[in-house]
């Protein structure tokens, strides 16, 4: 069982469009959200995360929006560009134990210039 | 300067073999973390340790011994190598937070 679901395995944008990643959670008790971002032959790091009390966090082009109802969010990557293609990964915790991620199974986004 | 490292970054063995991963970081971080990545299934917990002698069970730890002899130093274990073993590991390291895990570039790991 999947308690955290990255419904897209692969997306392709073209450069300078907004790229949009989504995941989904079955546990209301997680509450902190991580993404990372992974290029090939390298370790995942992570790129933003967001708490569970907020609806919207944004570091320069990226963007997380957060739906507590629905038990989703999103990662927007706004005026893509190439250097953005890797593999992006939601994961989710409890926030007692941020130790023991959950990870979603990853998006690869390629972006085309 | 990498502050997480792992070794080796390939490894072959066959069924039945031992092999050992060794991590190693220097975040002076209190927790270091073992992964498996396997297309589909994204990143799974084997086993964390909090401290030098702590070890503390994963998600999927079936099949795998850790010790951690240092702060610094973390070791994953695989006394009777299966071929459903075949992975990329990944080590990482966090505060105690947790909220930031730092991750090595992975070993790459085939059982025949």
């Known amino acids: 069982q999947q308690q955290v679901r990255q419904s897209s395995q692969s997306l392709t944008v073209w450069e300078g469009e907004t790229a949009i990643l989504n995941c989904s959670y079955e546990?209301?008790?997680?509450?902190?959200f991580p993404w990372y971002q992974q290029f090939p032959g390298e370790g995942p790091a992570l790129l933003i995360a967001?708490?569970?009390v907020s609806d919207k966090k944004e570091d320069g082009r990226f963007t997380i929006f957060f739906n507590k109802r629905e038990k989703n969010l999103s990662l927007h990557i706004k005026d893509s560009q190439p250097g953005d293609s890797a593999t992006y990964f939601c994961?989710?915790?409890?926030?007692?134990?941020?130790?023991?991620?959950?990870w979603g199974s990853g998006t690869k986004l390629i972006i085309k210039p | 300067e990498a502050a997480v490292t792992q070794s080796p970054r390939n490894k072959v063995t066959v069924t039945g073999g031992n092999v050992t991963l060794s991590c190693r970081q220097t975040n002076s971080h209190n927790y270091m973390y073992w992964y498996r990545q396997d297309t589909g299934h994204g990143l799974r917990l084997i086993h964390y340790s909090y401290g030098a002698g702590n070890l503390q069970i994963g998600d999927v730890p079936d099949g795998y011994k850790a010790t951690r002899t240092t702060q610094e130093d973390f070791f994953l274990l695989l006394e009777l190598a299966s071929p459903s073993q075949t992975s990329l590991y990944f080590c990482?390291?966090?505060?105690?937070?947790?909220?930031?895990?730092?991750f090595g570039p992975g070993t790459r790991l085939l059982v025949l």
């Open positions: 990482a390291s966090s505060d105690w937070t947790g909220d930031t895990q730092y």
């Open positions: 967001i708490r569970s």
């Open positions: 546990n209301s008790a997680f509450d902190y």
């Open positions: 994961a989710a915790s409890e926030g007692w134990s941020n130790y023991q991620l959950i």
